[in-house]
């Protein structure tokens, strides 16, 4: 049985909890948040979310989260067939990841933490994010999927980080990036949010958001 760690305000939690629902895998889930205690350093090396518990101990890193439930439940694959198809599901992950997301995520400060970022920030993310997401979108078909007609890692990836981007720019800029320089973005989130699992990752994202505000 696996256990996931973290709380669903977390796109990277999100992510992991919407490949274990995708793939039909039994899990737990239990709430807790990024800490620097002893007892979270052991399960999480820098003591972030997410974590999984498994048979086998802890790991944490979203992406090595996925790839190991992938390895470990072949069944419902959400990797495609041949090694080239693979590797362009992994090179969209990457991309997303460490050209938007991670240079995204320093607004998130602002834009959800009721804390402020300074403009030379905003100019520099706005700068780096704009050719990240107009490269992102030559590796996008939207056919319906992202890599074509079945859905995938990369969708699993995108949707929760496009929303929480999404979001944070639209806070920060006043106009949503990701739907600015993704053409087919309406559409294709549509499909997305048209799948059940998909409906409940956002019913608790989106309660767990509400109660996180109340909270600032
Ligand atoms: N590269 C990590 C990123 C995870 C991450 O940044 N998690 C955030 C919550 S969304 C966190 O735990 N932040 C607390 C911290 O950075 O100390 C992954 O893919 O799992």
Redesign the pocket.
């Known amino acids: 049985m696996i256990t996931l760690y ?1 709380f669903a ?5 999100n ?2 909890k919407l490949a274990l629902l995708e793939k039909n895998i039994t899990f737990i889930e239990e709430s807790i ?4 205690n002893d007892d979270m350093l052991k399960r ?1 090396p ?6 999984i518990g498994t048979a086998d101990g802890y790991l ?6 996925l790839e190991y439930l992938e390895d470990a439940f072949p069944e419902n694959p959400l990797y495609p067939g041949t090694a080239f198809e693979r590797a362009k599901c992994r090179e969209f992950i990457q991309h997303l ?1 460490l050209n938007i997301e ?1 240079i995204a ?1 320093r607004l998130y400060k602002e834009a959800l933490m009721g804390g402020t970022v300074s403009e030379e920030t905003k100019d520099e993310v706005k700068e780096r994010i704009i050719p990240g997401l107009k490269g992102l979108d030559r590796l996008t078909h939207f056919s319906p999927y992202i890599l074509g007609d079945c859905l995938s890692a990369a969708d699993v990836v995108a949707w929760p980080h496009f929303g929480l981007i999404s979001l944070a720019t639209q806070k920060i800029y006043g106009s949503d990036l990701v739907a600015d320089h993704i053409p087919g973005l309406a559409d294709y989130l549509k499909t997305m949010e048209s799948r059940p699992f998909v409906q409940q990752v956002a019913k608790s994202r989106d309660a767990a958001f509400k109660a996180f505000l109340e909270k600032k």
């Open positions: 973290g305000v977390s796109n990277y939690y992510k992991i948040a990024p800490s620097q999480s820098l003591g972030k979310i997410p974590f944490s890193e979203s992406q090595a989260i990841e991670l995520r």
